[in-house]
């Protein structure tokens, strides 16, 4: 509720600035905030100007543009497909929504815990830098409360003590922790989205522990990430492989990551939802551009529709990422509403 | 590499004693200005200078903080009077701000810019006595030290300060054995041990600058508990984090709802800036703050080994009980003389806002305080002592108002002579936090003068030279006298003329 004012004041001092005598074109949009850098990059910049656009964003959480007044805006581009097909609905908009990119959720793990969650058959690690994240078996371990100290192999490091879980953003607010809770609760509904009342009813328990037991939760995906980089914050936490996937560019030495990728997981499907034609015209453009796919890449995303684009482009990093994503399924996101009352249910 | 750490936080804390005493927002230097962002800051983030500079020159953006305690900020946020007031928020941590939600809707966007986890600073001397080696001290360990005597400790106070606060959540954490995030059953568990380890704290304070110069001045405190940043640049101390669990600040830089889009854009610009390796760099080489960009190591001599990190309460309930249970139950009681000028210059508006300032007072003593007002003009006119008992609260507050709506001014002023009476008050008191809070609104008149205060003071015994005078300037009183007494004592001035009364005497409670 609160961006409204922030987002309005912002496209009225945009208006005043307009940027005349350029022949290019001018396109508006709210975006989730973890592409923020991608459209701030002088590359990406450049990119849309050679094909005739300048684009001015404002960021917003992916849940909160529902509430959003997105008049005068060309596009909105939340960072799930369930947010972007209510808006759709609202505004009208054709489908298919063009998805440009998207990228799946992991959860990133200090080389110690990823250790003992193999040795518990928690895990399965392939090499040094990543694995698989069994979540049938966490999530009975979340159920009974299971503690590290429980584990065999935790003594030997100190920092691996109380509870078991797994570190997300708070789900009423953030696309992350949403997302989280989305992937848990088709592995608890047994295999099955969840739709109905009776769905939530029967996984609620579960998620309201694993929410519970983190105590205070991050508003953004940034912040729990920012704690991880620093050496603070919970072992294992949940966030976009594409924050991984940059961190990795940055980072010099990686020896002590461990890329987790969840058997049952759920992507953050980057979808464009168009306001007008310019708005469409620009998603289009996201998504067939050669030269925005590499920048997409650079960023951490998955172009839609071709995985060797990215393979080849994060070569140098495949030790930490599951390229292809071999033996993680993908599970469906449940619909916007249902997964605003699990989140509520969940934080009780 | 010759830095002078802690000489750099008492510069600090000495901007703090004229800039932050409930600052009157009306002046000029308040007033909003283009490519200036007025930012309502943590205490301890005065140790920001050079940072503050460097973003200056970089992005043209100017910081100018406020510095205050961050539950008294939540507080100002949900009361709404921070609006229009302030552009951007810089807490330790917005962790106790989300659970209160008329103050967390005033925040648009945080981005963590630094961190910095809870620790212990002993003295060397003390570590090396206890055998302590710092990968294997454990909250556990320290409170066998208290108990067995062999360890005291300072730290700031949870209801004001966040170091503080964090600093309780960790003792409570790991003294429970809770789990995971703390309820109101390991509060209530951990209780007996949180007694006996709040036994040994023999400082507390409203800031970590303050913090920090009494624990030098005073020489018999062994550790304070603080942010490993504020402790790592004090000298002769050993720095260990407990091997059973931190919590850990992480400084989000927030946007304040409310604000032009100008603003934003600063507020923008300063983060990128502050997230940007080369200010990285500088903020933990400077600070001693660990970076949150991979590209930048931590400063040399930041240990890297990893600690459990202690869940912050989900729930104000459990947060505000924490709190609460410290400052009625688990700490040493406080024990304070207020020496109040009745003299005849407060007659009329200035007695009554005395009056008021005290009468709001009362909503804030604890359990087990005990207060003694002592007022005077050419002589001490009463001592009124009154103990807040805990099994009926209402009959001391309510004695205390009674005598406070009983107090008439005249007489000429005695600063000296009332102060050496207050002293003479109060004895040894091992078991309370002791202090004397001084309030004038003039120059000393009559009786003792500086000399002889500065004489008896000298003579005292230790015992009692380590009770500190807090002096509050008001009316026509002397900065430089007040200061000379505030000084002397290991006090602390504060300003009711920026401000107002009632700000002065609410700040002091930390020191109480």
């Known amino acids: 509720m609160l961006l409204i004012g922030g987002v309005v004041a912002a496209v009225v001092a945009g208006r005043q600035g307009d940027d005349k005598g350029t022949a290019t074109k001018t396109v508006r949009g709210v975006i989730g905030s973890e592409k923020s850098d991608f459209f701030a990059d002088p590359d990406v910049v450049k990119a849309l100007a050679a094909k005739g656009y300048t684009v001015k964003t404002e960021a917003s959480g992916s849940w909160a543009m529902e509430d959003l007044d997105l008049k005068g805006y060309d596009f909105a581009f939340p960072s799930s497909s369930a947010p972007a097909d209510t808006l759709a609905g609202k505004y009208h908009a054709r489908q298919p929504l063009p998805r440009p990119f998207y990228s799946p959720l992991v959860v990133v793990a200090h080389r110690s815990a990823a250790e003992v969650l193999a040795a518990n ?195 140098d990093r495949a030790a930490h990422l599951n390229q292809t994503l071999t033996g993680v399924r993908q599970a469906p996101v449940p619909t916007s509403a249902v997964l605003h009352e699990m989140a509520r249910r969940a934080r009780g | 590499m010759t830095r002078h750490p802690l000489l750099a936080l008492l510069a600090a804390a000495a901007v703090v004693l004229t800039g932050c005493t409930a600052k009157d927002h009306d002046d000029d230097s308040a007033a909003p200005r283009p490519g200036t962002l007025r930012v309502l800051a943590s205490s301890e983030l005065s140790d920001m200078t050079a940072v503050f500079d460097r973003v200056r020159k970089d992005t043209g953006v100017t910081v100018r903080p406020t510095y205050m305690g961050t539950l008294d900020a939540v507080d100002l946020l949900a009361r709404g009077k921070a609006d229009g007031r302030y552009d951007a928020l810089w807490l330790s941590s917005d962790d106790y701000l989300r659970l209160r939600p008329e103050a967390a809707k005033k925040v648009v966007s945080e981005t963590s810019i630094m961190t910095s986890p809870v620790a212990i600073g002993v003295r060397t001397a003390t570590a090396k006595a206890l055998g302590w080696k710092p990968d294997a001290v454990t909250w556990s360990r320290i409170e066998q030290a208290v108990v067995a005597g062999r360890l005291s400790y300072g730290m700031t106070d949870p209801a004001r300060s966040n170091s503080g606060f964090a600093t309780l959540i960790s003792v409570a954490s790991a003294l429970s054995g809770a789990q995971s995030a703390l309820t109101d059953a390991d509060v209530a568990k951990a209780t007996p041990q949180l007694k006996e380890f709040f036994k040994g704290q023999k400082l507390t304070s409203g800031s970590s600058g303050w913090l920090a110069s009494a624990y030098q001045r005073r020489g018999d405190v062994d550790a304070l508990l603080n942010y490993e940043s504020v402790l790592k640049g004090i000298p002769g101390l050993t720095v260990i984090r407990p091997s059973d669990g931190v919590v850990t600040a992480d400084y989000p830089f927030s946007s304040l709802a409310g604000t032009s889009a100008a603003t934003r854009e600063d507020v923008r610009e300063v983060t990128e800036d502050l997230r940007g390796a080369a200010v990285q760099k500088l903020i933990t080489d400077t600070t001693r703050r660990r970076p949150v960009v991979a590209s930048v190591p931590p400063a040399a001599g930041l240990d890297t080994t990893r600690r459990r990190e202690l869940p912050f309460p989900g729930s104000r309930s459990v947060a505000d009980g924490l709190i609460s249970a410290y400052e009625n139950e688990l700490r040493r009681p406080s024990r304070t003389v207020y020496v109040l000028d009745t003299s005849g210059s407060m007659d009329g508006d200035r007695l009554n806002r005395l009056k008021k300032a005290l009468t709001d007072l009362t909503g804030d003593f604890r359990d087990r305080e005990e207060v003694t007002l002592m007022p005077f003009g050419s002589a001490v006119k009463s001592v009124r002592t009154h103990v807040v008992e805990p099994a009926d609260p209402k009959a001391g507050l309510a004695a205390i108002r009674k005598d406070t709506e009983a107090l008439t001014a005249d007489g000429n002023t005695a600063i000296y002579t009332s102060l050496e009476k207050a002293y003479d008050q109060l004895g040894s008191g091992e078991d309370t936090f002791t202090s004397i809070v001084l309030m004038t609104d003039g120059e000393n008149t009559t009786g003792d003068k500086a000399g002889d205060f500065d004489g008896f003071y000298r003579e005292l015994s230790t015992d009692r030279q380590r009770i500190p005078v807090f002096p509050i300037l008001f009316g026509d009183s002397s900065r430089a006298e007040l200061q000379h007494i505030a000084t002397l004592t290991g006090g602390r001035l504060f300003d009711a003329r920026q401000g107002s009364l009632d700000g002065a005497f609410e700040e002091i409670r930390g020191y109480q």
């Not at chain 1, 989280?180 to 295999?191: D, E, P, Q, T």
């Not at chain 1, 966030?239 to 940055?250: G, K, M, N």
């Not at chain 1, 987790?260 to 015209?281: E, I």
């Open chain 1, 121 to 315: 058959g928690l895990a399965v690690l392939d090499g040094g830098g990543k694995g698989i994240l069994k979540m049938g078996a966490y999530l009975d371990a979340a159920e009974h409360d299971r503690t590290w100290q429980q584990l065999k192999g935790a003594k030997a490091h100190g920092e691996l003590t109380g509870t078991l879980f797994i570190t997300s953003t708070d789900p009423e607010t953030s696309n992350s922790g949403a997302l989280y809770l989305a992937a848990a609760s088709y592995v608890a509904n047994g295999g099955r989205v969840v739709a109905s009342g009776a769905d939530v009813a029967r996984t609620t328990p579960l998620l309201r522990k694993l929410v519970s037991v983190q105590g205070a939760q991050q508003p953004s995906s940034d912040a729990v990430f920012r704690d991880f980089i620093s050496g603070a914050g919970n072992p294992l936490v949940c966030l976009y492989e594409s924050q991984v996937v940059s961190l990795l560019a940055e980072q010099h030495s990686a020896d002590d990551l461990v890329v987790l990728y969840p058997d049952t997981t759920v992507n953050s499907d980057h979808t464009v939802v168009p306001l007008d034609d310019a708005g469409r015209a620009l998603g289009e453009l996201l998504s067939t551009d050669p030269a925005l796919r590499k920048l997409a890449v650079r960023h951490g995303f998955r172009p839609q529709g071709d995985s060797a684009e990215f393979v080849q482009a994060t070569a």
